[in-house]
């Protein structure tokens, strides 16, 4: 049961690992032609530049609970690479139920107010030629914090299921 609610929770993550992985080349190649239409032809392009930085952060935000599934996320291994697989397990649901949880848990909550604020006033950039909905960059915030949590909660069974020993 806990393998198969484990499998569930990765779902989100596993979905929005590849939609991170084209973004990461649509930003890469964007960059580029940025970098190149500036030197090579003295154009640039505010909205341009705040794509990349769009990109960049939603990237970043979002790939957040992917990096967590992958277990590429800070560990404190001054413990952790010594342990065997329990104690290992032990220490990953300190820390997700202690830290990363409620980490989650609490800038989801204090972003809201933020978001719904940037959505009220259909909040759009400072910049002459910016990008417009700005409000849809800052709802990646509780959303990141949402994706945590699923994706916390699917560590804990796998801590869990690592804590029970084998399947019988």
Known sequence: MLAALQRWLDL????????????????????FVLVA?????????????????????????????????????????????????????????????????????????????YVQASWQIGESSREPGGLKALYLLKSLIPLTAVLLIVQALAECARALAQLRGPAR
């Open 12 to 31: 989100p993550s596993r979905w929005i690992e590849p939609l991170l992985a084209w973004a990461t080349v649509v930003l890469m190649l964007l960059t």
């Open 37 to 113: 239409a500036r030197y090579l032809f003295a154009f640039g392009s505010i909205a341009g530049q705040e794509l990349t930085l769009w990109i960049h952060a939603a990237v970043f935000m979002l790939g957040a609970a992917v990096a967590l599934r992958a277990g590429k996320h800070v560990r404190v291994d001054v413990f952790y690479h010594r342990a065997g697989p329990r104690a290992q397990a032990w220490v990953d649901l300190a820390g997700l139920l202690l830290l990363v949880i409620p980490f989650a848990a609490f800038m989801g909550w204090i972003s809201l107010d």
